[in-house]
């Protein structure tokens, strides 16, 4: 697999680790879901930086490709990259949860540039997605959707009537990612409610399917650059990751996945996020 | 008595037609002048009517299947991309089963979905308490955003069909699967929170909307005929309603009954009282479905049954005025 280059890794990063440290300043003004925000941060991060069409000065950009978060609880990680992607101000994100706030729990389209649905009920964003999809494919735009996906989320129906139809419907502009960081709220998947195996679950609805690690930037764009994966099939990236990825005493803990976090562990959480990025910097020789 | 100025509206033909077939044939009209319409089903479009349109315009169908969730995120996705989808379902799986997809997907970000449920009320008949919607006004009213229009007849559904297309944001078309006698010709028009005073008097007010309002204006005019003379309106705009209209047949007759193939919990019934209790308190008497699920059998047999009938509508008026 081609290795991206030393200074992409290094800027990606530079800049997926400066959301997880602005994402921990948020959590000061009320609770976060910090656990799927940094699940899906790499992702996100190259989505925007390298991969989406997309213009922040002008939003509503036509040819735009477009981000549908379906798991609308994880949109720490899309306000965070919005602001650094120049959509708003940064200081936009210090109002988070207050009232009129343009960065509530979950998105809201009617208020933030950059925010193509309010999600947050889980289970709307895919058949959304499809939605638009499917009006690229009768127009004949060429325009692509990115839709991100919890593991836990796959538990609701509509998900799977959504992955039905965009199978039928032939859908390869539309790439699904799955944040498969194997938590949801009460606990491990696997014993709240498998949504195992996802793979052949998707193949069988006519998807073709990638898995890879989520936290690995040459994986994500290498992945993210052969889309789609197959002519006429709707493309699904399975991500591995681990929940609240950074900040060393949440991984892999459920308790993290809505965390209401005290005051003195925002400074000590931001330094251990900085003592992450500068080890995943060493390991690309940066 | 019947002013002249309506007359002029009302039809003097004999014609049937079921409100989902003017929905449908309008459908298919407005195909040919509008290319940003698209229609979705779910597996119900020889029932729906949309078959019309999906025969002339194969390009802009979407058949969903059994599946109505995913089909109304899916017209709340064609609409951010600026189309005009018609989506539609039975009343009881527009309303109940993919309520969360209207609500957020499509209530919420104020999204143009027009959704045009059919086969709604006890009306529906033999299909039975599965098959007919006693619920959807009371869960499409109570979501904000969505506008609720129950039209009377097929002269109606067309106009609503046409105008639906200019109007700002989703609603809710509420048809029906029997045929109805037409009650306007085609100088009628319609008007989003406009009630039709089609009678005159002052013994008692009586609303209709869909369904029902031919069997009331019958009752309305029989009435007439024994010299009881009656304000009959036609309400098919339930939300946003006549406020205006209401109040003035109100404070004019004193008594109120409304008549409508619904629950009489939440839909137009519910409506006028909210209007009367706060701006006119008026004695309102609701005829419908009195908050128990359907059953099988013809539509007028149940509409008899469940004591919304001609008869039950005389009788009541007749029991109640002062």
């Known amino acids: ?286 | 008595m019947i002013p002249n100025e309506i007359k002029k509206i009302l039809s003097d033909s004999n014609e049937k037609i079921a409100t989902r077939k003017a929905y449908g044939e309008k459908l298919a009209e407005l195909g040919e002048v509008n290319n940003d319409i698209v229609v979705l089903d779910c597996d119900l479009s020889k029932s729906t009517k949309t078959n019309i349109f999906a025969k002339k315009f194969p390009g802009r169908f979407f058949n969903f299947g059994v599946a109505e969730s995913n089909m109304m995120s899916v017209a709340a996705g064609l609409a951010t991309m600026g189309k005009i989808p018609f989506a539609s379902t039975f009343g009881v799986f527009a309303s109940k089963r993919a309520a969360d997809q209207v609500s957020i997907s499509v209530a919420y970000p104020k999204l143009g979905v027009k959704i045009c449920a059919t086969h709604t009320g006890i009306s529906v008949g033999e299909d039975g308490a599965t098959h007919q919607a006693i619920e959807d006004v009371a869960i499409m009213r109570s979501i904000p955003n969505i506008k609720v229009i129950s039209p009377s007849d097929g002269t109606e559904t067309s106009r609503v069909i046409e105008k639906i297309i200019d109007i700002e944001g989703p609603c809710y078309v509420r048809l029906c699967r029997g045929s109805s006698p037409l009650i306007f010709n085609q100088n009628y028009k319609f008007e989003l929170g406009k009630g039709t005073r089609i009678m005159e008097g002052n013994k008692a007010t009586i609303i209709s909307a869909g369904f029902t309002t031919h069997i009331a204006l019958n009752a309305a005019k029989k009435l007439m005929g024994g010299g009881i003379e009656v304000d009959f309106i036609n309400m098919s705009s339930i939300k946003p309603i006549d406020e205006d209209l209401l109040i003035d047949s109100a404070k004019k007759t004193g008594l109120v009954i409304t008549v409508e193939d619904h629950n009489i919990i939440g839909g137009l019934g519910s409506a006028v009282c909210e209007v009367l209790s706060n701006n006119s308190p008026t004695r309102v008497i609701r005829l419908g479905v009195k908050d128990k699920f359907g059953a099988s059998g013809t539509a007028d047999e149940l509409i008899k049954a469940y004591g919304f009938d001609e008869e039950s509508i005389i009788s009541t008026v007749k029991e109640n005025i002062v």
């Open chain 1, 1 to 286: 697999m081609p290795k991206i280059s030393k200074e992409l890794a290094t800027k990606l990063i530079n800049k997926s680790y400066k959301g997880r440290k602005n994402i921990l300043k948020m959590a000061k003004f009320g609770e976060v879901h910090i656990g799927g925000a940094y699940s899906s941060l790499d992702i996100i991060t190259v989505l925007y930086n390298e991969i989406m069409k997309h213009d922040p000065k002008n939003p509503d950009w036509k040819d735009r490709d477009r981000f549908i978060l379906s798991a609308g609880h994880k949109c720490l990680a899309l306000y965070v990259t919005l602001a650094d992607q120049g959509y708003f101000d940064e200081d936009v994100l210090w109002t988070y949860n207050s009232f009129d706030t343009r960065v509530p729990m979950h998105p809201d389209e009617k208020v933030l540039p950059g925010i193509e649905f309010p999600t947050g009920s889980l289970g709307h964003g895919l058949p959304v997605s499809g939605g638009i999809a499917i009006t690229a494919k009768r127009d004949g735009d060429d325009y692509r959707v990115f839709c991100v996906l919890g593991d836990g989320e796959c538990g609701e129906g509509s998900i799977w009537e959504s992955a039905m139809a965009a199978g039928h419907h032939k859908l390869d502009n539309l790439v699904a990612i799955l944040d498969r960081n194997k938590l949801q709220v009460n606990g491990r998947t696997e014993n709240v409610m498998s949504t195992a195996p996802l793979e052949d679950k998707f193949l069988a609805f006519g998807w073709e399917v990638k898995t890879i690690n989520g936290h690995d930037f040459n994986q994500i764009y290498e992945t993210l650059t052969s889309i789609p994966f197959k002519k006429d099939k709707p493309s699904l990236i399975i991500i591995d990751t681990i929940k609240c990825k950074g900040l060393n005493f949440g991984e892999d803990n459920f308790k993290f996945h809505h965390w209401h976090c005290e005051s003195d562990k925002v400074d000590e959480g931001i330094e251990l996020v900085e003592k992450v990025r500068r080890e995943e910097l060493a390991k690309v020789g940066g």
